[in-house]
């Protein structure tokens, strides 16, 4: 099976994802260092849908067992989100015109500088001190 493929705005959409998290499953509570291979960025909807790869919305930080056991599941997606919430992702998952924007740049570009950026931003307000979840802001 081929490798998936990990483009710059995936690294830094991931990081974004476990320091939300404060790099503990979301699930389990499991506390994981900052680059630990422990710690998933697990999508509600599969990465493949375009319109809602980068969409903070559709990610989760889970372990590797919570991500295997439970992750990208619709039984996990209504256990941590309204029914209001998976509309609109659903909607964002969808448009073909969103999906399309997002694809062209091939995870590069614009929405990994973005991304990087909003990383830098979460780790300064962890340096301060900020403890917590963290939001950070979607590229679209």
């Excluded at 999906?99 to 590069?108: D, E, M, Q």
């Excluded at 001190?129 to 963290?134: L, Y």
């Amino acid at each position: 099976m081929p490798a998936i493929k990990i483009t710059p705005a995936d690294s830094a959409f991931s990081k974004c994802v476990r320091n939300r998290a404060e790099y503990k499953c979301e699930r389990c509570g499991q506390h994981h260092k900052e680059n630990s291979q422990g710690l998933h960025c697990s999508h509600h909807f599969s990465r493949g849908n375009w319109g809602v790869r980068f969409d903070p919305m559709n990610a989760e930080a889970l372990c590797m067992a919570c991500h295997f056991k439970e992750g990208g599941t619709n039984e996990r997606m209504h256990k941590v989100m309204t029914d209001a919430q998976i509309e609109i992702l659903r909607d964002k998952k969808n448009d073909t015109g969103l999906g399309k924007l997002v694809r062209k740049t091939k995870g590069k570009g614009d929405i990994a500088k973005h991304y990087k950026a909003e990383l830098e931003r979460m780790r300064s307000l962890r340096a301060e001190g900020v403890t917590g979840r963290i939001e950070f802001e979607n590229y679209v």
